[in-house]
């Protein structure tokens, strides 16, 4: 589904990611961990358009997409959340929601003129499928609210569901746990998972939580100074002494 | 009577201008109100519409102008429409070049063109007639009423003082109405195209570009769509305003009177809400007006008291700041309204 191959970018002296070479296959939950400033974010800005890499491939569904802008990549299916959430704070959840959709008639400017039934039609249908995006990831109850009132975790929801209105092939969710609390976790956990096994979507994910990562994601990719360090089930990598020396830290190793 | 046809004539004469504010006003609240445009350079595009319509519509060069171009007495309509044309493209120059770059750019390329444009209209008499300005512009249907006035009133010998100087004033009554017409007719197409997806594009681009890329939008043609949009209604208010005014001088496009108190109508009204912006149009100009009066019973000079408005603007635009930060009328919260 997505391969990257021997990318690098540099910023200044410091090659924050450096002949980096990987691959996420269809249907997969796949986790990308490794400790801060590995070159994780930056990979996926690499991937999905925000920076354009030094060096190197970046290749999604047999196509070359590097150096594509954003905006090109979700049409093309691949769609990316923000470790800090992105939201649209002065509109409401329900228009965070409805904005996404791509290819609407009424974001051109003269069809709410001339085919106002057309853009009318679309309407009623993007906010039923927004309704229902919000009814899974349990926000309905804040639709009116401005999203800028939502709490961090609430956020965090946001996001994920504008993931599902762009009805992508694949999403990269960078720490999608990141300020989340125990109970909401689970929830998100399960909507992840469900994210693949219901709506058919390739999840590529960074986490720092490890309870997270070792229950959902299969493989885990390790990165390490820019390089990707290992890659297997959760259980090899927890294993892997490598990755013990260069992030678990030991901790992971005792239990 | 006659203090009433005077206030009268006089509140005529205010609507007509609020009126051709309240187009600047939409057109920046395109720009800045829904798409987070930074433009201070709204004079810049209310100058070129105005002389463009000038150039149009107006007369050809008398032998005692300096200009040697333009004057080719075309119908109102065409005035109207080719200064919404290049002061369109005008901004379709400037936004090729800035708009995908960092947005304070756009903010100094704006000013920047503005004050050049100011600079050419002061200095290139061959094409604007320079400092002594383009005169005789014809308002249209001017001939037509005030024959049928004339008429009227050569008929009507016995009719009193005040119900002629009434009826004088006839023209301009129709020119507000034209101008409340077209300011309707704005009002509802501008609800039209920014209560859709296309507004919600917009106000998406405004709160979070980086965000409203990742939803797949095309921000750089989004905000060069608004941006031309909103510089094509500041031209057509210059259009506007020359052909009631009959006279184009460069003092009338300087930043106070062309950019920065369009900003603070804008604000004070209500950023992204249309209803707001011409409110705050009509609203700041009346106020404007006001301390007009008012600084006239103060004892100072001239040049005093002119200042002194401008201090009490400003005064006025920070008191609304604190008491109400979103204008008089906050922005709508739904903005879509093609649904149902």
Known sequence: MLEVVQVSKRFGGLWAVRDCSLRVEEGSITGLIGPNGAGKTTLFHLISGFYRPDRGRVIFRGRDITGWPPYKLYHLGLYRTFQIPRIFGEMTV????????????????????????????????????????????????????????????QKKLLELARALMADPVMVLLDEPGAGVNPTLMKKLAQRIRELVTQWGITVFLIEHDMDLVMNLCDPVIVMSEGKVL???????????????EAYLGGQYAVA | ???????????????????????????????????????????????????????????????????????????????????????????????????????????????????????????????????????????????????????????????????????EGTYNWFYLALVLAF??????????????????????????????????KNVAAFKLQAFVLGAALMGMAGSLYAHYARFLSVEKFEPFYGTFIVWVMLVAGGSGNNKGAILGAFLIWGLWAATDFLTGYLPFTDVQASALRIVLVGLILIAILILRPRGLLGEEKFVSRMLR
């Open chain 1, 230 to 244: 290992t890659m297997g089930s959760p259980a090899e990598v927890r294993e892997d002494p490598q990755v013990i």
């Open chain 1, 94 to 153: 329900l228009e965070n929601l409805m904005v996404v959709p791509g290819s609407q008639a009424g974001e051109r400017v003269w069809n709410p003129l001339f085919r106002p039934f057309l853009v009318r039609r679309q309407e009623g249908a993007i906010r039923h499928k927004a309704e229902e995006v919000l009814e899974f990831v349990g926000l309905d109850q804040l639709r009116d609210e401005p999203a800028k009132s939502l709490s961090g975790g």
């Open chain 2, 1 to 167: 009577m006659d203090t009433v046809v005077g206030v009268l004539n006089y509140l005529v004469f205010f609507s007509i201008t609020a009126g051709i504010y309240a187009v600047l006003t939409l057109g920046l609240n395109i720009q800045w109100g829904y798409t987070g445009l930074f433009n201070i350079g709204v004079a810049g595009f209310y100058a070129i519409g105005a002389y463009t319509s000038a150039l149009l519509a107006g007369p050809p060069p008398g032998t005692l102008d300096w200009r040697v171009f333009g004057g080719w007495m075309l119908p109102f309509p065409v005035g109207l429409l080719g200064s919404a044309l290049v002061s369109a493209i005008l901004a379709l120059f400037i936004g090729w070049i800035t708009i995908r770059l960092r947005e304070d750019y756009l903010a100094i390329a704006t000013i920047g063109i503005a004050e050049v444009l100011r600079l050419i209209i002061k200095n290139e008499a061959w094409l604007t007639n320079g400092v002594w300005g383009i005169k005789n512009i014809p308002s249209p249907l001017f001939p037509t009423i005030q024959r049928g006035v004339a008429g009227f009133l050569s008929a009507h010998p016995g009719l009193p003082d005040w119900a002629r100087r009434l009826l």
């Open chain 2, 183 to 216: 300011l309707l007719v704005l009002y509802w197409l501008l609800e039209r195209i920014l209560r859709s997806p296309w507004g919600r594009v917009l106000r998406a681009i405004r709160e979070d570009e980086v965000a409203a890329a990742a939803q797949g």
